[in-house]
């Protein structure tokens, strides 16, 4: 498993209202498969028909509070990671989704200003090492309290059936 | 110092003597629920790795429920996948279509929860399963790989909030009442990452059926669990289906709560959840006559015998409104049986209501009931998130079975006390 870089740098997907539940993120009509390039063309369809059109590989979600509430379907993490995005930047996420986000060494990344200081379209920047968010269309910056150390060893081995299997051989 | 219930179960599953809130525990689990949706790409998971057993099949329940009878070609391939599976694995405790059920309705019904367990299933409802005090908890593919892999998953331990219900509930309204409004009251994540824990003198009116309603949408307000002390009332639910032995949990009287709330039940109203989040609870007495395309009545949260018996009650002798397509879902095989030897089922057919098998069907907009562009919904499931139904610009309203059965008979949004007082009248 090659190290986990510090920083990650994308185009931001904003979306500021809060709640945006599994629902959305991948409707249950699609959940009759389980393939993330599948999952991938169905992202975000019912919250915006357009975001599937307009991601590209490496791009942020900027969203609001308690993201990802809902359905315990981790198709939600496989959809967004399929769609290209790499982080998602939240003022608070739904305790499901987070999990199943660091199981899968996805980032989830808890800013509240991000919404306040990004703008869909803006390009960003996070040190999840330092906890700094940079917006580098606007230079405004915030900071954010870094991954647990538990989140990060998990995100680092990969996610959490590697890091299992990490553990077991060690022992 | 105190602890609560569930730091109790999670401590006693973790070989610890103490924990509190906000450690990470890495705990035994007594049950593992599989379902047709998220078990099949878990299954995946553990064959890429290479892990071809699971820690222990019999501590492991599997029954399709979400889109079974298989309502497509690709929802085909995963039932047949968890069928295989569960065969390969000799797992004992399953559910064919003819036997099946919601999990988290079935898995009580049958005896396979015990007070004092862990249990968690690939689902956001698991937390239903709280209601015979158990730490339950919904988990995603990957938990679920893990738990069936090592019979172990790490947790960070809950805050708990507890809520205390007193009084008695008046006529025609019922325990999905009280969680829609404590719903109403804290948010759809007034409760995130913590236990809901309940208690109170209004928990002695409530059979388990209807207390499995509560602790169902403990998630629809962000919680990780719900959970509820162990009675008499309990222990003859566990005692009526099974010998197995068991542990009961308290929490201690100086146990600490992140809040409390007190809730005088006698207060309540029926209450209807408007579009689109659990949280939008009104009075019925607050909110217009909305008209209903369709009124759903079933799912993991008010799919039981109680809530078909209530529903049947109100709707004897009428029929459903012209233009409101009325469908029944009981949640499990054995509740579908019980309705049809008590003429329940003939009541519905009766007044012009479709009953199904069990399924989760058209609750998460599977089928059996999927809304079209604007139509609107009223339903006793747990989420009217957009989309959640059918067609994102389709409307679902939550309430109780009561609410549901006196809206199918009118059409637009009824409160059942008005049929329930014209009986009492007649009789």
Redesign the interface.
């Known amino acids: 498993m090659p190290e986990l870089p510090n920083t990650f740098k994308g185009a931001a997907h904003v979306y500021e209202r809060?709640?945006i539940?599994t629902?959305?993120i991948i409707?249950?009509?699609h959940?009759?498969?389980?393939e993330e390039a599948e999952l991938a063309k169905y992202a975000m369809e019912?919250?915006d028909t357009g975001f599937i059109k307009r991601v590209k590989t490496g791009d942020f979600i900027i969203a609001g509070?308690?993201f990802g509430?809902?359905?315990?379907?981790?198709?939600a993490?496989w959809a967004l990671r399929g769609a290209g995005i790499r982080v998602v930047v939240a003022t608070?996420y739904?305790?499901?989704f987070f999990?199943?986000a660091i199981?899968?060494g996805f980032l989830a990344i808890e800013c509240p200003e991000a919404i306040e200081m990004v703008k869909t379209g803006d390009e960003v920047e996070i040190d999840i090492q330092a906890g700094k968010l940079r917006n580098l269309t606007t230079g405004k910056e915030a900071g954010f309290v870094p991954l647990s150390d538990?989140a990060r060893e998990l995100i680092e081995d990969g996610?959490?059936?590697p890091h299992?299997?990490k553990k077991a051989a060690k022992a | 110092m105190g602890m609560t219930i569930t730091e109790k179960i999670l401590a006693a599953h973790s070989g610890r003597e103490s924990i509190v809130p906000g450690e990470?525990v890495n705990a035994k689990l007594d049950l593992i629920v599989c379902h047709d949706?998220?078990t099949?790409?878990a299954v995946?998971?553990?064959r890429k790795?290479g892990i071809n057993k699971v820690f222990d099949p019999t501590k492991i329940l599997v029954t399709p429920d979400?889109?079974v009878p298989n309502?497509?070609i690709?929802?085909a391939?995963?039932s047949k996948h968890l069928r295989e599976w569960r065969e390969e694995q000799g797992i004992e405790r399953y559910y064919e279509i003819g036997n099946h059920g919601i999990c988290h309705a079935i898995a009580p019904e049958q005896g396979h929860v015990l007070p004092g367990m862990t249990i968690v299933c690939?689902?956001?409802h698991?937390t239903t399963m709280g209601a015979l005090g158990t730490f339950a908890s919904?988990?995603?593919?990957?938990?679920l790989?893990?738990a069936l892999?090592?019979g172990e998953l790490?947790f960070k331990v809950p805050e708990s909030m507890l809520f205390e219900l007193n009084g008695h509930l008046p006529v025609g309204v019922y325990s999905k009442d009280i969680i829609l409004y404590i719903i109403s009251k804290i948010g759809?994540?007034g409760a995130?990452?913590k236990a809901m824990e309940y208690r109170g003198t209004a928990l002695k009116d409530l059979t388990m059926e209807a207390r499995f309603t509560i602790t169902n949408m403990a998630?629809e307000a962000?919680g990780?669990s719900g959970i509820m002390p162990v009675d008499e009332i309990s222990e003859n639910y566990v005692k009526e289906r099974t010998s197995d032995s068991y542990t009961i949990f308290n929490s201690d009287d100086d146990a600490t709560y992140s809040d409390r709330f007190t809730i005088d039940v006698d207060q309540l109203e029926p209450i209807v959840a408007l579009p689109s989040?659990p949280s939008n609870g009104r009075f019925i007495g607050e909110i217009e006559r909305v008209k209903m395309d369709q009124v759903y009545i079933g799912s993991c949260t008010n799919g039981r015998i109680e809530d078909l018996r209530i529903a049947a009650q109100i709707m004897k002798g009428h029929k459903v409104a012209k233009g409101t397509r009325t469908i029944v879902v009981p949640a499990t095989t054995e509740v579908w049986k019980t309705a049809m030897r008590e003429g329940l089922l003939e009541i519905f057919a009766d007044a012009g209501c479709v009953v199904s098998t069990a399924t989760c069907g058209a609750c998460?907009?599977?089928f059996m009931g999927?809304l079209g562009a604007e139509e609107t919904c009223l339903s006793t499931t747990n989420?009217n998130?957009?989309?959640?139904m059918g067609d994102?610009r389709s409307k679902v309203y939550l309430a109780s079975p009561a609410t549901a059965a006196a809206t199918a008979i009118t059409g637009t949004i009824t409160d059942p006390r008005d049929f329930l007082k014209a009986q009492a009248a007649k009789a």
């Open positions: 809060a709640h539940n629902d959305e409707p249950a009509r959940l009759n498969v389980h019912d919250i509070e308690n509430c809902g359905s315990s379907r981790e198709h993490v608070s739904a305790r499901i999990r199943n199981n899968n538990f996610g959490l059936l299992i299997q | 990470i949706v998220t099949p790409p995946a998971m553990l790795l979400h889109f309502k497509d690709k929802s391939k995963l690939g689902d956001s698991t919904g988990v995603g593919s990957t938990d790989a893990a892999a090592t790490w759809v994540d995130r990452y998630i962000g990780k989040l998460l907009g599977g999927v989420r998130f957009t989309g959640r994102p």
